[in-house]
């Protein structure tokens, strides 16, 4: 049996944005979107990560300006980064033991995906499903 993949998990064609946007312009996406994340591009490759956190904590100093401060200023260059091939057992280790709030799926420089803590829960939660359905069925039919 194959291991299953993040391409199988992961939310597809994730919003973006450019580095040269404002932050008031990724907060309204954001909310907006009801999202957390935002993979920021440079000519159409990722350059790095604008997350909800790094907003609200950029924001948080007096003299920022959201209208005039720049997303490629508060954005995070470290970014995880993996291709759509990876185990979800790495991926989800990975952001356990780094405490990474997301993955971003990357091939040949092109941003395919994200994966983020919401989508382990929801991958969390059908597995439980799965098993107690299969507990259920295999009482039922003992």
């Known amino acids: 049996m194959t291991k299953p993949t993040i391409e199988r998990f992961m939310t597809r064609t994730p919003h973006t944005i450019g580095g040269h946007q404002t932050l008031a312009v990724a907060h309204r996406l954001m909310h907006q979107y009801g999202i957390r994340h935002l993979p920021v591009l440079s000519a159409g490759k990722l ?78 939660s059908d597995l439980v499903d799965d098993r107690q359905g299969a507990f259920a069925s295999a009482r039922l039919h003992a």
């Open 47 to 124: 350059a790095g990560l604008l997350s909800q956190r790094d907003l609200h904590f950029i924001q948080t100093f007096q003299d920022v300006d959201p209208e005039a401060a720049l997303v490629s200023e508060a954005m995070s260059q470290e970014v995880f980064t993996v291709g759509p091939e990876a185990s979800v057992a790495y991926v989800t280790a990975e952001m356990a033991a780094f405490k990474y709030g997301c993955a971003v799926i990357v091939d040949h420089g092109r941003v395919l995906g994200v994966f983020t803590t919401i989508d382990a829960l929801k991958l969390l």
